[in-house]
C-alpha cells in the first residue's frame, strides 16, 4: 500500500509548485498528466480504506444497539438491523442504574471541571506574573510531579483517601483531580505569550491583584482556557483507575465504572451485546459532542494552537 | 513606576501600603498558588511516602497503615516479587513478559501508522482533509472503557473480525480465551513444540527461555491492535503539527534537485522529523507500561494471565489478594522502569544533539494529556 501511495504524493508536490495539472496537460506532458491521475485515485482509496478501517467499529457499535441480541450475535457485520429494536435502550433506563452512574459522571465531571479550570490558571497566574520568593522551587516541584504516572498512584491514593476518611465519599472521587499539573503547565505557557502592558495599565489604575486577573488576564486567555477545558472534561469523563481505587459502593458508580461492570459480566447470562453496545454509544455521546464543537481547535496544530 | 524589588517582600503588609504596582504580589503569589500545592501535596506527595512505607511494611490492610502495631519488614516485599522463587515472582515475571511484548509490538506499529496517517493528510491538494483527520483522530477522544467494550463485541468468537476471516476462507481464533503466545504458534508450524529441552532453563523471575520468548498471546494482540487504534490518532496530530512546521517547500526543493519520493521522504523529511519522532516513542515507551484500564474490563489478565501487567498485577494483589505489601511494592518497580525508559530516552535524545527546549515537548505532552487519562493507554 505504502509503495502506491508515495509516487501520487510525489507528483502532487511537484506539479504544485511547477505547473497546475491543467497546465501540464495541455502542454502535452500526458505521462505526468497521466501518472498524477492515476495517483491521485489509488491514494484516495486507501485514505477511504483507512477511514473505513477507523469509522467501522463505532458504526458497527451504532447499528447493534439497534439489533435484538440474536441478530446482533449472528448478524455482527451487517450496518442496517434485520429488525428494529430499542430493547437495550429500554433496559439501559429500566434494568440498569444508567440515570445513576449519568448522574454521577455529570457531578464529578462538572466540578472537577470547572474546579480544575479556575485553580489551574490561578495558580499559572500566580507563577508566570506574579513575583514572590519560592516561585521557582514550586514551579520546579510541578514539573516533578508530572513525572509521576497515573497508575502508579491507585494503591498510594486509596491509602491516602482511606486515610482521611474520604474513601467511597465524593469527596474523594473529586478533590484529588481538581488540579492537574499540566493544566498548571498550560495556562502558564500561554500567560507568558500575553504583553505584560495591559495588566500593569489596570495595576497602575488601582485594580487589585485579584481583580486583574479575573477581569483583564482570563478574558484574553480564552483560547488557552477553552484548550483546558477540553483536556478536563474529557479526562474526568472518561476517568477510570481513580474511581476504582476511591469507591466501592454501588451508589458511587459513574458510567465509566459502571458500564465497566456491565463488559465484565456482572449482569447475569449470554452476551446481551446490544446491551453493552448501547451503553458504549451513550457514555460516548457528550465527548463527541465536545469533540465535534470544539474540532477546529482540536485540529489546529499548527504551532500556536500548542500554546492553546 | 517599579519599586525596587526589595519592596515586593515588604508588600506582605497589604496591597495599599506600598504604591508600586508591584506590592502584595508575594502574598498573592502563596495564596493563588495554595489550592494546588495543598492538593498535590495531600494526594500526590503524601499518598507516595505512604505507599514507600506500605511496600517496606508488613501492614495487612486493616486499619491504618501508620500505627504502631505495623512493623518494618525492610525489603521483603520486593523480594518477594523479584527473588523469592515463589509464585509471586513467577507471576510478576509473566507480567513484565506480557508488557515487554505489549511494548514492542505496539510501540513501533502506533508510531509507523501515526506518522504515515499524518503524511497523507498533510497534503494540500487533499480533498476531505477535515474529513480523514477526524475519522483518525475520533477513536482518541472517546473512553477506553467505550472502545474496549466494542472490541469485546468485534473480536467475539462469532463476531465481526471473524466473520470476515471466514468470508475470506480463515478460521479465526477464540480472541479473548486463546493464550497462545504467536511467536509459539508460528514455531509450532516448524514442528517446534511445547517447550524444547534447549529452552526449558529458567531464565528470568522463575520464568523459562521458551516462556519469555512467546510473544504476546492471542488475547493480548487483540489488546495491542486495540491500543494502536485509539493512539495513532493523537500520535497523528503531533506529526502534523511537526511536517506543518517544517513546511512543503523544503520537499518540494528536493524532489526538484531530483532526489526520488523515498529518497525526499527518508532523506530529508523524515530527519527533520526527529525531534518529534523522539517525542512520540517517549511517550509511547512510558504510556505502554501504563495500561490499566482494558486489562481490568477484560477480565483482569485472563486467559491464563497472557494479558496481565504490571500495573494490573499491582492493583491486583493490593485490592483483591490484599497483599498490600507486595502491590505497592509492585508499584515502585513499575514506577523504577518507566523513570528507567526516560531518563535513558533522555540521553539518547541529547546524544543526537536535539536541543530543543523543554517547554516544547512538554506542551506537545500536555497537548496530549488525554492519552494519559485514556486508561493510561498511551
Given at each position: 500500500?505504502?509503495?502506491t501511495?508515495?509516487?501520487?504524493?510525489?507528483?502532487?508536490?511537484?506539479t504544485?509548485?511547477?505547473?497546475?495539472?491543467?497546465?501540464?496537460?495541455?502542454?502535452?506532458?500526458?505521462?505526468a498528466?497521466q501518472?498524477?491521475?492515476?495517483?491521485?485515485?489509488?491514494?484516495?482509496?486507501?485514505?477511504?480504506?483507512?477511514?473505513?478501517?477507523?469509522?467501522?467499529?463505532?458504526?458497527?457499535?451504532?447499528?447493534?444497539?439497534?439489533?435484538?441480541?440474536?441478530?446482533?450475535?449472528?448478524?455482527?457485520?451487517?450496518?442496517?438491523?434485520?429488525?428494529?429494536?430499542?430493547?437495550?435502550?429500554?433496559?439501559?433506563?429500566?434494568?440498569?442504574?444508567?440515570?445513576?452512574w449519568?448522574?454521577?459522571?455529570?457531578?464529578?465531571?462538572?466540578?472537577?471541571?470547572?474546579?480544575?479550570?479556575?485553580?489551574?490558571?490561578?495558580?499559572?497566574?500566580?507563577?508566570?506574573?506574579?513575583?514572590?520568593?519560592?516561585?521557582?522551587?514550586?514551579?520546579?516541584?510541578?514539573?516533578?510531579?508530572?513525572?509521576?504516572?497515573n497508575?502508579?498512584?491507585?494503591?498510594?491514593?486509596?491509602?491516602?483517601?482511606?486515610q482521611?476518611?474520604?474513601?467511597?465519599?465524593?469527596?474523594?472521587?473529586?478533590?484529588?483531580l481538581?488540579?492537574?499539573?499540566?493544566?498548571?503547565?498550560?495556562?502558564?505557557?500561554?500567560?507568558?505569550?500575553?504583553?505584560?502592558?495591559?495588566?500593569?495599565?489596570?495595576?497602575?489604575?488601582?485594580?487589585?491583584?485579584?481583580?486583574?486577573?479575573?477581569?483583564?488576564?482570563?478574558?484574553?486567555a480564552?483560547?488557552?482556557?477553552?484548550?483546558?477545558?477540553?483536556?478536563?472534561?474529557?479526562?474526568s469523563?472518561?476517568?477510570?483507575?481513580?474511581?476504582?481505587?476511591?469507591?466501592?459502593?454501588?451508589?458511587?458508580?459513574?458510567?465509566?465504572?459502571g458500564?465497566?461492570?456491565?463488559?465484565?459480566?456482572?449482569?447475569?447470562?449470554?452476551?446481551?451485546?446490544?446491551?453493552?453496545?448501547?451503553?458504549?454509544?451513550?457514555?460516548t455521546?457528550?465527548?463527541?459532542?465536545?469533540?465535534f464543537?470544539?474540532?477546529?481547535?482540536?485540529?489546529?496544530?499548527t504551532?500556536?494552537?500548542?500554546?492553546? | 513606576?517599579?519599586?525596587?524589588?526589595?519592596?515586593?517582600?515588604?508588600?506582605?503588609?497589604?496591597?495599599h501600603?506600598?504604591?508600586?504596582?508591584?506590592?502584595?504580589?508575594?502574598?498573592?503569589?502563596?495564596?493563588?498558588?495554595?489550592?494546588?500545592?495543598?492538593?498535590?501535596?495531600?494526594?500526590?506527595?503524601?499518598?507516595?511516602?505512604?505507599?514507600?512505607?506500605?511496600?517496606?511494611?508488613?501492614?495487612?490492610?486493616?486499619?491504618?497503615?501508620?500505627?504502631?502495631?505495623?512493623?518494618?519488614?525492610?525489603?521483603?516485599?520486593?523480594?518477594?516479587?523479584?527473588?523469592?522463587?515463589?509464585?509471586?515472582?513467577?507471576?510478576?515475571?509473566?507480567?513484565?513478559r506480557?508488557?515487554?511484548?505489549?511494548?514492542?509490538?505496539v510501540v513501533p506499529?502506533q508510531?509507523?501508522?501515526?506518522?504515515?496517517?499524518?503524511?497523507?493528510?498533510?497534503?494540500?491538494?487533499?480533498?476531505?482533509?477535515?474529513?480523514?483527520?477526524?475519522?483518525?483522530?475520533?477513536?482518541?477522544?472517546?473512553?477506553?472503557?467505550?472502545?474496549?467494550?466494542?472490541?469485546?463485541?468485534?473480536?467475539?468468537?462469532?463476531?465481526?473480525?471473524?466473520?470476515?476471516?471466514?468470508?475470506?476462507?480463515?478460521?479465526?481464533?477464540?480472541?479473548?480465551?486463546?493464550?497462545?503466545?504467536?511467536?509459539?504458534?508460528?514455531?509450532?508450524?516448524?514442528g517446534?513444540?511445547?517447550?524444547?529441552?534447549?529452552?526449558?532453563?529458567?531464565?528470568?523471575?522463575?520464568?523459562?527461555?521458551?516462556?519469555?520468548?512467546?510473544?504476546?498471546?492471542?488475547?493480548?494482540?487483540?489488546?495491542?491492535?486495540?491500543?494502536?487504534?485509539?493512539?495513532?490518532?493523537?500520535?497523528?496530530?503531533?506529526?502534523?503539527?511537526?511536517?506543518?512546521?517544517?513546511?512543503?517547500?523544503?520537499?518540494?526543493?528536493?524532489?526538484?534537485d531530483?532526489?526520488?519520493?523515498?529518497?525526499?521522504?527518508?532523506?530529508?523529511?523524515?530527519?527533520?522529523?526527529?525531534?518529534?519522532?523522539?517525542?512520540?516513542?517517549?511517550?509511547?515507551?512510558?504510556?505502554?507500561?501504563?495500561?490499566?484500564?482494558?486489562i481490568?474490563?477484560?477480565g483482569?489478565?485472563?486467559?491464563?494471565n497472557?494479558?496481565?501487567?504490571?500495573?494490573?498485577?499491582?492493583?491486583q494483589?493490593?485490592?483483591?489478594?490484599?497483599?498490600?505489601?507486595?502491590?505497592?511494592?509492585?508499584s515502585?518497580?513499575?514506577?523504577?522502569?518507566?523513570?528507567?525508559?526516560t531518563?535513558?530516552?533522555?540521553?539518547?535524545?541529547?546524544?543526537?544533539?536535539?536541543?530543543?527546549?523543554?517547554?516544547?515537548?512538554?506542551?506537545?505532552?500536555?497537548?496530549?494529556?488525554?492519552?494519559?487519562?485514556?486508561?493510561?493507554a498511551?
Amino acid at each position: 500500500v505504502n509503495t502506491t501511495a508515495l509516487p501520487a504524493e510525489v507528483s502532487v508536490a511537484t506539479t504544485a509548485t511547477l505547473k497546475t495539472p491543467q497546465e501540464i496537460h495541455r502542454t502535452g506532458h500526458r505521462s505526468a498528466w497521466q501518472r498524477y491521475h492515476l495517483g491521485q485515485i489509488l491514494s484516495y482509496a486507501m485514505l477511504i480504506i483507512f477511514a473505513a478501517i477507523y469509522l467501522y467499529p463505532f458504526l458497527v457499535a451504532l447499528s447493534g444497539s439497534f439489533k435484538t441480541d440474536a441478530d446482533a450475535t449472528a448478524n455482527p457485520l451487517q450496518l442496517i438491523p434485520r429488525d428494529w429494536s430499542f430493547a437495550a435502550y429500554t433496559r439501559l433506563f429500566s434494568d440498569v442504574p444508567l440515570p445513576l452512574w449519568a448522574m454521577n459522571s455529570i457531578i464529578v465531571t462538572l466540578v472537577v471541571t470547572v474546579c480544575r479550570v479556575f485553580f489551574d490558571s490561578l495558580a499559572a497566574y500566580a507563577l508566570s506574573r506574579l513575583n514572590f520568593r519560592g516561585r521557582a522551587v514550586i514551579f520546579s516541584s510541578l514539573i516533578a510531579v508530572m513525572a509521576v504516572p497515573n497508575v502508579v498512584l491507585l494503591i498510594p491514593r486509596f491509602l491516602v483517601l482511606k486515610q482521611f476518611g474520604m474513601y467511597d465519599t465524593y469527596l474523594g472521587m473529586i478533590v484529588p483531580l481538581i488540579i492537574d499539573a499540566g493544566g498548571i503547565f498550560i495556562m502558564k505557557q500561554f500567560f507568558e505569550s500575553i504583553p505584560v502592558s495591559v495588566e500593569e495599565a489596570a495595576r497602575i489604575d488601582g485594580a487589585g491583584i485579584f481583580r486583574t486577573f479575573w477581569t483583564i488576564v482570563l478574558p484574553m486567555a480564552r483560547p488557552a482556557l477553552v484548550t483546558l477545558f477540553i483536556l478536563s472534561f474529557q479526562g474526568s469523563w472518561n476517568e477510570f483507575g481513580h474511581f476504582i481505587v476511591s469507591t466501592q459502593s454501588p451508589g458511587f458508580r459513574t458510567l465509566t465504572t459502571g458500564i465497566a461492570s456491565l463488559f465484565s459480566g456482572q449482569l447475569g447470562s449470554g452476551n446481551q451485546f446490544p446491551l453493552k453496545l448501547a451503553a458504549a454509544i451513550l457514555m460516548t455521546i457528550p465527548v463527541a459532542v465536545i469533540f465535534f464543537i470544539f474540532q477546529r481547535k482540536i485540529m489546529n496544530t499548527t504551532s500556536g494552537g500548542e500554546k492553546g | 513606576m517599579f519599586t525596587p524589588p526589595g519592596a515586593a517582600r515588604r508588600g506582605g503588609t497589604g496591597p495599599h501600603r506600598g504604591n508600586g504596582i508591584r506590592s502584595g504580589e508575594g502574598r498573592y503569589g502563596w495564596l493563588f498558588t495554595a489550592p494546588a500545592i495543598i492538593i498535590i501535596g495531600l494526594f500526590l506527595v503524601l499518598p507516595i511516602f505512604l505507599a514507600l512505607w506500605v511496600s517496606v511494611s508488613d501492614w495487612s490492610g486493616l486499619g491504618s497503615p501508620v500505627n504502631s502495631q505495623v512493623g518494618f519488614v525492610g525489603a521483603k516485599n520486593y523480594q518477594s516479587v523479584l527473588t523469592d522463587g515463589g509464585l509471586a515472582e513467577q507471576t510478576f515475571g509473566t507480567s513484565i513478559r506480557n508488557n515487554l511484548w505489549f511494548v514492542v509490538f505496539v510501540v513501533p506499529l502506533q508510531t509507523a501508522l501515526a506518522l504515515f496517517l499524518a503524511v497523507q493528510v498533510n497534503r494540500r491538494l487533499l480533498r476531505g482533509r477535515g474529513f480523514f483527520r477526524t475519522a483518525f483522530y475520533f477513536p482518541s477522544v472517546t473512553s477506553a472503557v467505550a472502545i474496549t467494550g466494542i472490541f469485546l463485541f468485534l473480536f467475539a468468537s462469532s463476531g465481526a473480525v471473524n466473520q470476515i476471516i471466514a468470508a475470506l476462507g480463515g478460521t479465526g481464533p477464540t480472541w479473548f480465551a486463546d493464550s497462545r503466545g504467536v511467536f509459539h504458534i508460528v514455531a509450532g508450524w516448524f514442528g517446534v513444540d511445547n517447550n524444547p529441552r534447549a529452552l526449558s532453563g529458567t531464565a528470568l523471575l522463575e520464568l523459562s527461555w521458551w516462556d519469555w520468548l512467546s510473544g504476546p498471546s492471542v488475547a493480548m494482540c487483540v489488546i495491542i491492535i486495540l491500543v494502536v487504534f485509539t493512539t495513532s490518532g493523537t500520535f497523528m496530530l503531533l506529526f502534523l503539527a511537526a511536517l506543518q512546521n517544517i513546511g512543503a517547500e523544503i520537499e518540494e526543493a528536493a524532489l526538484v534537485d531530483g532526489a526520488g519520493p523515498f529518497r525526499t521522504f527518508f532523506g530529508v523529511t523524515l530527519p527533520m522529523l526527529r525531534p518529534t519522532l523522539f517525542t512520540v516513542l517517549t511517550l509511547g515507551l512510558i504510556g505502554t507500561w501504563q495500561i490499566f484500564d482494558q486489562i481490568y474490563i477484560l477480565g483482569g489478565g485472563k486467559p491464563a494471565n497472557t494479558t496481565l501487567t504490571p500495573a494490573f498485577l499491582a492493583y491486583q494483589t493490593s485490592f483483591k489478594n490484599l497483599n498490600w505489601g507486595d502491590g505497592a511494592a509492585i508499584s515502585f518497580i513499575l514506577f523504577a522502569i518507566i523513570v528507567v525508559l526516560t531518563v535513558l530516552q533522555r540521553i539518547i535524545l541529547r546524544d543526537r544533539g536535539n536541543k530543543e527546549r523543554l517547554d516544547k515537548p512538554m506542551a506537545r505532552l500536555l497537548r496530549n494529556e488525554n492519552i494519559r487519562s485514556n486508561g493510561g493507554a498511551l
